[in-house]
């Protein structure tokens, strides 16, 4: 798990770079746009992993969803239940992206470059919560 939480940090240190453009600047530069689809659907995606490995090693349930593994996390405490409300709201983020992709609106992607600080609190919460309980090398 730790390996992951890594990859996620990686993850938000280049999307924090598309905060330093705004979106008209963006717009005209399609490889921008694509990189900064797949960085949010990376790190999304990471986000997802491992929370649903988190509820599978942890007994926590049988969530029927990618949203609902975050729901869960909350609900036990492993979460802030705001914040992993906020995550599973990501996740239809994430399935435009996986999905939709031809008609993807890369203002709705830019703007929630805004949320990149909900990636990080969930890292610093499960990483908390893992050492808390002994899992850190996960």
């Known amino acids: ?62 969530p029927k969803s990618y949203a609902e593994c975050l729901r869960i996390l909350g609900r036990e405490g492993r979460l802030d239940e705001a914040l992993a409300g906020r995550l599973a709201r990501a996740v239809g983020l994430r399935n435009v992206l996986i999905h939709d992709y031809l008609d993807v609106n890369d203002r709705l992607v830019f703007e929630a470059l805004e949320n990149l600080d909900d990636l990080r609190a969930f890292a ?15």
């Open 124 to 138: 610093a919460q499960i990483a908390r919560t893992d050492t808390d309980s002994g899992n850190a090398s996960t």
């Open 1 to 62: 798990m730790r390996s992951r939480l890594k990859e996620l940090e990686d993850a938000l240190g280049e999307l924090e770079s598309f905060r330093r453009q705004t979106f008209a600047e963006l717009e005209g530069r399609r490889r921008e746009r694509w990189a900064l689809r797949y960085g949010m659907l990376e790190a999304i995606q990471i986000v997802i992993d491992v929370a649903c490995a988190v509820v599978s090693h942890e007994n926590l349930g049988h």
